[in-house]
C-alpha cells in the first residue's frame, strides 16, 4: 500500500504540473503519514521499557499496601491479646469472688450443724496445752515419767486430737448460742 501511495505520487509530479496547493497536502499527509510510522516504531521500542517502569512501580506500590496491611493487622492482634487477658483477670477476679462466697457457705452450714471450726480445733488444741503444762506444775513426778508420758502421747496424738473433737463438737454450739446472745 506504501508502495502504490509512492508511486502514484511520482506520477503525479512527474507526468502533470499540479496546483501547489495539492503538492502541498500530499507533501503533508506524507509527512503525517511518515510520523505515524515513527511514532508506531519508537512505542514498540518503549513499550518494554514503560511496561517494566509500570511493572516496578505496581511492585513499590504492593510493598506498601502489605506492609500497611501488617501494620493493622499487628495493632488488631496487640488489641485481641489485651481484651482477652483483661477478660481473663476479670474473670479470675470473678471465680475468688465465688469462691470466697462458698466458702462463707459451707462454713455458715457446719456452723449450724455443730461442726467446730479450724479456729475451733486450734483454741481447743492451745487450751489442752495449757491445762496440760497446768497439770504438769501442780503434780511432783520425776523428769524421767515426764520424758515417758510424752513419748506415748506422740504416738497417740492422732486419737488423742479426735477425743478433743468430739467434746468441742458438742460444746460448740452452746458456745456459739452464747456469742450470738
Same mark, same amino acid.
Given at each position: 500500500?506504501?508502495?502504490?501511495?509512492?508511486? @502514484? %505520487?511520482?506520477?503525479?509530479?512527474?507526468? @502533470? @504540473?499540479? #496546483?501547489?496547493?495539492?503538492?502541498?497536502?500530499?507533501?503533508?499527509?506524507?509527512?503525517?503519514? *511518515?510520523?505515524? $510510522?515513527?511514532?508506531? #516504531?519508537?512505542?514498540?521500542?518503549?513499550?518494554?521499557?514503560?511496561?517494566?517502569? !509500570?511493572?516496578?512501580?505496581? $511492585?513499590?506500590?504492593?510493598?506498601?499496601?502489605?506492609?500497611?496491611?501488617?501494620?493493622?493487622?499487628?495493632? %488488631? @492482634? /496487640?488489641?485481641?491479646? #489485651?481484651?482477652?487477658?483483661?477478660?481473663? &483477670?476479670?474473670?479470675?477476679?470473678?471465680?475468688?469472688? !465465688?469462691?470466697?462466697?462458698?466458702?462463707?457457705?459451707?462454713?455458715?452450714? $457446719?456452723?449450724? *450443724?455443730?461442726?467446730? #471450726?479450724?479456729?475451733?480445733?486450734?483454741? *481447743?488444741?492451745?487450751?489442752?496445752?495449757? $491445762?496440760?503444762? /497446768?497439770?504438769?506444775? *501442780? &503434780?511432783?513426778?520425776?523428769?524421767?515419767?515426764?520424758?515417758?508420758?510424752?513419748?506415748?502421747?506422740?504416738?497417740?496424738?492422732?486419737?488423742?486430737?479426735?477425743?478433743?473433737?468430739?467434746?468441742?463438737?458438742?460444746?460448740?454450739?452452746?458456745?456459739? =448460742? =452464747?456469742?450470738?446472745?
Amino acid at each position: 500500500m506504501v508502495k502504490k501511495i509512492q508511486k @502514484t %505520487a511520482a506520477a503525479d509530479t512527474a507526468g @502533470t @504540473t499540479a #496546483s501547489p496547493l495539492a503538492g502541498a497536502i500530499k507533501e503533508s499527509a506524507q509527512q503525517i503519514w *511518515l510520523a505515524g $510510522l515513527g511514532a508506531f #516504531s519508537k512505542a514498540q521500542a518503549e513499550g518494554g521499557k514503560a511496561f517494566e517502569t !509500570l511493572v516496578k512501580e505496581g $511492585l513499590s506500590i504492593q510493598r506498601k499496601t502489605q506492609a500497611v496491611a501488617e501494620e493493622r493487622l499487628t495493632e %488488631a @492482634t /496487640q488489641r485481641m491479646s #489485651s481484651m482477652a487477658n483483661d477478660i481473663g &483477670s476479670k474473670a479470675a477476679g470473678q471465680w475468688d469472688k !465465688l469462691e470466697n462466697i462458698f466458702e462463707d457457705r459451707v462454713a455458715k452450714a $457446719l456452723g449450724k *450443724l455443730g461442726v467446730p #471450726s479450724a479456729r475451733d480445733i486450734e483454741m *481447743l488444741m492451745e487450751r489442752i496445752d495449757e $491445762l496440760n503444762h /497446768q497439770v504438769q506444775k *501442780l &503434780s511432783p513426778k520425776a523428769p524421767a515419767k515426764k520424758a515417758a508420758a510424752k513419748a506415748p502421747a506422740k504416738a497417740a496424738g492422732k486419737t488423742a486430737a479426735k477425743a478433743p473433737v468430739k467434746a468441742a463438737a458438742k460444746k460448740a454450739p452452746a458456745r456459739k =448460742t =452464747t456469742k450470738a446472745a
